[in-house]
């Protein structure tokens, strides 16, 4: 659309740039995101861990 308008080839660079960089960004809080996930799971795990067990009565 914007390729058939004189004059916008500078706004459709920069365009496909912004989005080339957001993409990368996406990327990287994709990893950010699911390696801070493992780190909550195991820090959770280790609290659970920690914790004393409780013995149930038998009936």
């Known amino acids: 659309m914007l390729g058939d308008i004189a004059g916008t080839a500078p706004l459709r660079e920069a ?3 912004t989005n080339s960089l957001l ?9 950010v995101n699911a ?4 780190t909550v ?11 004393p067990v409780e013995s149930t009565p038998a009936a």
């Open 23 to 31: 993409a990368q960004v996406l990327d990287e809080l994709k990893r």
């Open 35 to 38: 390696d801070g996930l493992v």
């Open 41 to 51: 799971a195991q820090e959770l795990r280790a609290v659970r861990d920690a914790l």
């Open 15 to 17: 365009l496909e740039t």
